[in-house]
């Protein structure tokens, strides 16, 4: 199982680093930003009084751009990690059945003593890994250039930001196995839970925007990823990060159950 571990982690390095190049690079251009948000925050709020507060609560923006909480949220948090969470977490959790037996490459492992329980399960692991990793990265990498330019972000809020970030990223993946698992084909998968992704958006989008609409945003998973209150007030999700281990660890499980059964040849 060791030996499968440390394949699917060189196979998702590649993977990894481009995305951390990107982020770090667009987390220290924008964090080079928030003095000039700060030194022109009332005129920035003068501005934003122009659009109705459920549009700009729809998009992060439940606040002056000057706060730590608010400018992270809506630069990064409501739209970056999202995208590169869905991104990361389909294109690892496809790879392990879906791409690799439509690649002949499956039968390989599996004709070893390498049961297939523990095939996917290495695989589980090295998504985890390779997610933790692009969280992590993801938000020191904007702590450290937002500290250089004297943005008061706290290091320890800010780590558990990085957790929950993962465990969003988690849940993605745990569901996006499940699906390849149960469809054997990386284009279907990708396809189901993008377009779950996008109206789960969409459907916290309107629900921000209109408040008899309010109670539909718990339906998207994005309504419990807030990094606002974790960063201005210090507050631990403690049930955002429960509710999303809870899915991440349903969808591994079942995808590891499925995949025992799985007939490959269908």
Known sequence: MM?????ELRRARGLIL???V???AYGATIAIFWPIMRDNAALLGDYMKLFPQGFLAAF???GSLADPGVFFNTYLGSWLWPILAALAAVMLATRPVAVDLEHGFLELPLSTSLSRTHYLLASVASQALALGILALV???GFWAAATAVGAPYDLDRMLIV??????FACAIAGVTS???VVTLSRAIAAGVVVAALLAMYLVNVVAQMQPDLADLARLSALYYFRPTPIIDEGAVPVGELGLYALVAGVGWLASLLAFRRRDLAA
Do not use: F
Request: no cysteine; net charge neutral.
């Open 138 to 140: 993801t938000v020191l």
């Open 22 to 24: 990107i982020t770090v």
């Open 3 to 7: 030996v499968a571990l440390r394949l």
């Open 18 to 20: 481009w995305l951390s």
């Open 60 to 62: 992060g923006m439940e």
């Open 178 to 180: 499940l699906v390849a």
């Open 162 to 167: 990085a957790v929950l970030a993962w465990a």
